[in-house]
Every structure is written in structure tokens, then in C-alpha cells.
């Protein structure tokens, strides 16, 4: 337990000056809220990397840099109805300032981004020492760059104009890798969850689960055993300009905790810290 809560008070600390930032990039534009950013980061050199993560259909996180503004809403269109959280950004400075401010669970990058180029973009955020799967975007016959792209640490590349079926499977192949699994499904003792269609079972009953419900299943799920604070919820299930309060997680947890009681899982609250799915012995 002191691991933990060491590692969650540090969490929250990080999340704090995450908060702060976060007002900014959510304000009258996203273009000046980047800029704002990028003012606080040049006074703040260590905060590096802060934990974002996601609530809206429960979701992993996503950040799409491409300044093609049809193909860019295309794909947050996309994204968004198949249950992902996703932000987006036009140029390569403004991508690179989010991953340097924010923890994203997957990048789909634009290799010809203005600004800073797509694969400079990757190689710093490579050099930052961040493992978060890439999924680049080049035009059809940009060989030399899908190359240079693999060599510098993206994980798979999709050639213009492509499907969006096509990019989906990608996607969640690319998030299942991330949560070091090949299955679409996260279990816990007699908890199931499928991230393909956003739905849960316990005991093999399908569980009546609204999506802010399955969206903190989800990360619970994913950090079975350990201790998420509220602020790493509240983190977790918002995207820019999305407000979630910690009440309204109290609220949540509390209607989830109900629907999953009856199994030996159970929702523990550490008080003023978090919560932890955990499972009871018999």
C-alpha cells in the first residue's frame, strides 16, 4: 500500500499543474490555449509528463495531429462514435506541446504537419522516452518517409486516402497492444469487459452499465489492484474542454459499485486518496 499511495499523492500532484494547463487549452480556442501552454512549459521544465487520461463513453485516449481540417473532423467523427476520447491538434508544435504536457494511449500522426515536421514530432517524443504506440499518416507515395517513420519508433503507418473501418481495426489493435494483451477483452475474476463493444459481463450476465459507468469500469479495469485517484479519473474520462467534477465520480463509482456487488469484486474506497478494484476472498 505505501507504493501505491506514494504513487497516487504524486499522481495528483502532477495532475494539479495538469488542471491549471488544461484551463488554458480549453479556452475561447484551442489555438490559444496551446500557445498559453507552451508559455507555462517554458517556465515549467519539470513537469513533463503528466497523466491524462479519459470519461465521456469510458475510453482510451487519443491524439490526432493532422492539419487536413475534413480529414481531421472524419477522424474524430470516427473515433469518437467507435468509443474513444480524442483531441486534436493542426500543427506540429501544438502536437508536440500536448505530449509533452499530457499522456495520450495512442498518437495518429501526420507526417506533413506545418510547423514542426511530423517525424520530429516522433523523434522527440521518442526521445522523451515515451512508449505510447504511433499510428502515422502519409501520402500514398511517401515510401522513404513510412521508412524513416518505422525506423524512428511509429508502430504502423496507413498510406492516404485509406478506410476508416481499416484505421479503427488499427486503432484498437495498436490499444490492445498498449494494455499488453491480443485480446479485445479485459477480465477480473468474474468481470469481462470488451472493448470492441463497450459492454461488460459479470459472471457471463450482461451488466446494464450507462457509458460514464463503463467508461470507469474500464479504467478500474485496467488498473485492477491498484489505487486511481479521482483526479486520474477525472483526467482519465475528459477530453479538452470537458468538465467532470469529483463529486460527479463519487456519484458514478457509487452506481457502479451497486450494479457489481453481487460478485466477489468489489469497488474499495481508500479515503482521500482513490479507489481500487479489487477481489474478495472466499
Known sequence: MPTAVSHCLAGERRAALLRGARNLVSGPTLRAGIAAVQALASHSPGCGCLPAQDMQNGRMRILI??????????LLRSLRHAGYAVDCVASGSEAD?????????LLILDLGLPKVHGLEVLRRLRTR????????L?????????????DLGADDYMAKPFALQELEARV???TRRRLGTASASIKHGPLTFDATGRVAYLNDQLLELSAREIGLLEVLLQRAGRLVSKDQLVERLCEWGEEVS????????HRLRKKIEHGP?????????????????V
Not at 495531429?65 to 472524419?74: K, P, R, S, W
Not at 522516452?129 to 502515422?136: C, E
Open 265 to 281: 469484486v468489489r469497488i474499495a474506497t481508500v479515503r482521500g486518496l482513490g479507489y481500487c478494484l479489487e477481489r474478495i476472498a
Open 97 to 105: 506541446t500536448a505530449l509533452s504536457m499530457q499522456e495520450f494511449d
Open 172 to 174: 484498437r489493435a495498436l
Open 129 to 136: 522516452g515515451s512508449a505510447m504506440p504511433v499510428l502515422i
Open 138 to 150: 502519409t501520402a500514398a507515395d511517401s515510401i522513404e518517409q513510412r521508412v524513416k517513420g518505422l
Open 246 to 253: 469529483s463529486n460527479a465520480i463519487e456519484v458514478y463509482i
Open 65 to 74: 495531429a493532422e492539419d487536413d481540417q475534413v480529414l481531421a473532423d472524419g
